[in-house]
């Protein structure tokens, strides 16, 4: 009966429906791209999607509105990670500044990214396995709520699973793919810093696959390396070099402080909120790594079970150093969590067919919650972001007498949602610098949540009396930052 139903399973009709079902739940991700973040979903908790967004992608706003992509002492991401901003300046000179042009540039870059995993997979294990991952990884719900935000994660991995395919292809005498490779990990890096920790799974299929010429494996990773460091030398030289402070600011706002006591609590965290990347597949991966050292050592015969180990070991070192651990981030381990998964349930089926079902169950349920998170997003949406910043659009072009500019902590996402000019003042560290911000952006609005650090952050560049409330929106589902509050800036006491 086993061998009956692994026959029906690995059939072409079988491997066809895999795909098609993979397709379908790839084109949902295009759907209702205007619409909030799930709601009172399982990664809820994420705040980037109140400011995050916007952040990232003001170099393409100030392009447009400023005609630079840096107006004096604002917070400027591109000077440390300049390829989603400046995707977004030149998208938006193209598309206009768009949300919805932003974030379907970010699922593009997802499904770029799940291309080029199963195209390792596929190289490295067979056709069904890559099938498995693509289907399961479709359905990542994880995958689903982050791909279509306009954030950092998904050019990263694409980057990253780009530079993996091209190692895993590189043949003995092969420099092109290595070069490229070393290219894509630049890029990666050149996206989110953090892509540093997935370099040593992107060059593991090359000590693997040549492990008995270590020569060949040396020069495969001397290029890419070699290739890596000149690229972004030469960034360095011609881009951040005119951005030294911006950029000085950019990774001093993200050390952590570290002890004994911190990192053990933030690992203790860390395999708890692993089920952020999927509630079965982190569990499962665990009792699979643990399995490999002593029942399953077959498993390390299997070259993308050293790649996704590194892969899953190197981001959460990351994650464990960083100053906190979003969910997002765990976002970025979930392909190679589920590689694992499919690798563990196939290894199963020849050391113990019966546990293999039991374990394939699970995976089903996953799959099956999976699908019901992305089915009330698709057809239970929600715009509170999208209805209360065009009322706020229609308050600010239809008050005279009053600059349109917007500030504020969060104005950024105002500004990505509705193309008004907006800004934070976020690098200006005196109160000189902040009054030529002030000078230059002419400030008639605030336009901020109801947090208290926002507030705060607010009050710190203009008094509470200057500041009347207009209106607020429900935003969102965070209830300590769950209004959108609209201040009209008052003329200075005389």
Same mark, same amino acid.
């Given at each position: 009966?086993?061998?009956e139903?692994?026959?029906?399973?690995?059939?072409?009709?079988?491997?066809?429906?895999?795909?098609v079902?993979?397709?379908l739940?790839?084109?949902?991700?295009?759907?209702?791209l205007? #619409?909030?973040?799930?709601?009172?979903?399982?990664?809820?908790?994420?705040?980037?999607?109140?400011?995050?967004?916007?952040?990232?992608?003001?170099?393409?706003?100030y392009?447009?509105?400023?005609?630079?992509?840096h107006?004096?002492?604002?917070?400027m991401? %591109?000077? $440390?990670?300049?390829?989603?901003?400046?995707? /977004?300046?030149?998208?938006?000179?193209? !598309?206009?500044?768009?949300?919805?042009?932003?974030?379907?540039?970010?699922?593009?870059?997802?499904?770029?990214a799940?291309?080029?995993a199963?195209?390792?997979?596929?190289?490295?294990? =067979?056709?069904?396995h890559?099938?498995w991952?693509?289907?399961l990884?479709?359905?990542?719900?994880? !995958?689903?709520?982050?791909?279509?935000?306009?954030?950092?994660?998904?050019p990263?991995?694409?980057?990253?699973?780009?530079?993996?395919w091209?190692?895993?292809?590189?043949?003995?005498?092969?420099?092109?793919?290595?070069a490229?490779?070393?290219?894509?990990?630049?890029?990666?890096?050149?996206?989110? !810093?953090?892509?540093v920790?997935?370099?040593?799974?992107?060059?593991?299929? %090359?000590?693997?696959?040549?492990?008995?010429?270590?020569k060949?494996?040396a020069?495969?990773?001397?290029?890419?390396? +070699? +290739?890596?460091? !000149?690229?972004?030398?030469?960034e360095?030289?011609?881009?951040?070099?005119?951005?030294?402070?911006?950029r000085?600011?950019?990774?001093?706002?993200?050390?952590?402080?570290l002890s004994?006591?911190?990192i053990?609590?933030k690992?203790?965290?860390?395999?708890?909120?692993?089920?952020?990347?999927?509630?079965?597949?982190?569990p499962?991966?665990?009792? #699979?790594?643990?399995?490999?050292?002593?029942?399953?050592?077959?498993?390390? /015969?299997?070259?993308?079970?050293?790649?996704?180990?590194?892969?899953v070991? =190197?981001?959460?070192?990351?994650?464990v150093?960083?100053?906190?651990?979003?969910?997002?981030?765990?976002?970025?381990?979930?392909?190679?969590?589920i590689?694992?998964?499919?690798?563990?349930?196939?290894e199963?089926g020849?050391? $113990?067919?019966?546990?293999?079902?039991?374990?394939?169950?699970?995976?089903?349920?996953?799959?099956l919650?999976?699908?019901?998170?992305?089915?009330?997003?698709?057809?239970?949406?929600?715009?509170?972001?999208?209805?209360?910043?065009a009322?706020?659009?229609?308050?600010?072009?239809?008050?005279?007498g009053?600059?349109?500019?917007?500030?504020?902590?969060?104005?950024? /996402?105002? =500004?990505?949602?509705?193309?008004?000019?907006?800004?934070?003042?976020?690098?200006?560290?005196?109160?000189?610098?902040?009054n030529?911000?002030?000078?230059?952006?002419q400030?008639?609005?605030v336009?901020?949540?109801? =947090?208290?650090? /926002?507030?705060?952050?607010?009050?710190? $560049?203009i008094?509470?009396?200057?500041?009347?409330?207009v209106?607020?929106?429900?935003?969102?589902?965070?209830?300590?930052?769950?209004?959108?509050?609209?201040?009209?800036?008052?003329?200075?006491?005389?």
């Open positions: 009966m086993v061998k139903i692994s026959s029906r399973l690995n059939s072409v009709w079988f491997s066809r429906i895999l795909l079902l993979a397709l739940l790839l084109a949902l991700r295009f759907v209702h205007g #619409a909030d973040p799930l709601n009172h979903s399982f990664w809820s908790d994420d705040n980037a999607k109140y400011s995050d967004e916007g952040w990232w992608s003001n170099a393409g706003q392009s447009v509105n400023e005609g630079s992509i107006p004096q002492y604002e917070w991401p %591109a000077s $440390a990670v300049p390829v989603w901003p400046l995707l /977004t300046a030149a998208l938006f000179h193209w !598309t206009g500044i768009s949300l919805v042009a932003a974030r379907a540039m970010e699922v593009f870059f997802s499904l770029g799940l291309l080029f199963v195209l390792a997979v596929r190289r490295l294990a =067979g056709t069904q890559a099938l991952v693509a289907l990884a479709a359905a990542s719900g994880a !995958t689903f709520f982050f791909a279509r935000l306009a954030l950092l994660e998904q990263l991995l694409f980057f990253g699973f780009l530079a993996l091209l190692i895993v292809i590189s043949k003995k005498n092969s420099w092109l793919a290595p490229a490779a070393g290219v894509a990990c630049a890029l990666m890096i050149l996206s989110k !810093t953090t892509g920790f997935l370099t040593p799974a992107i060059l593991y299929p %090359a000590f693997f696959n040549f492990r008995k010429d270590w060949t494996a020069r495969i990773a001397v290029v890419l390396l +070699v +290739v890596l460091f !000149t690229v972004l030398d030469l360095t030289h011609f881009f951040a070099s005119h951005y030294v402070m911006e000085a600011l950019f990774f001093a706002s993200s050390m952590p402080h004994f006591k911190v053990a609590e690992l203790a965290r860390l395999f708890l909120r692993g089920i952020w990347a999927d509630a079965v597949f982190w499962l991966a665990l009792v #699979a790594a643990a399995a490999s050292l002593i029942w399953m050592r077959n498993l390390w /015969t299997k070259p993308l079970w050293g790649i996704s180990v590194a892969w070991v =190197g981001y959460s070192t990351f994650i150093y960083h100053v906190d651990g979003p969910p997002r981030y765990f976002a970025v381990l979930a392909l190679p969590l590689i694992m998964t499919v690798l563990f349930v196939a199963l020849v050391k $113990a067919p019966k546990t293999q079902f039991a374990v394939a169950a699970l995976c089903a349920l996953s799959l919650w999976n699908l019901s998170t992305i089915l009330r997003a698709v057809v239970h949406p929600e715009y509170t972001t999208a209805n209360a910043t009322e706020i659009k229609q308050i600010i072009e239809h008050t005279s009053t600059s349109p500019v917007v500030f504020g902590p969060t104005a950024n /996402t105002l =500004g990505l949602n509705t193309g008004l000019r907006t800004f934070n003042a976020a690098l200006a560290l005196s109160n000189d610098q902040r030529e911000s002030f000078a230059h952006f400030p008639g609005w336009m901020m949540d109801n =947090g208290a650090e /926002t507030r705060k952050a607010v009050e710190q $560049a008094p509470p009396e200057r500041l009347k409330l209106g607020s929106w429900p935003w969102m589902d965070n209830s300590s930052r769950g209004k959108m509050m609209l201040y009209q800036i008052l003329p200075p006491a005389k």
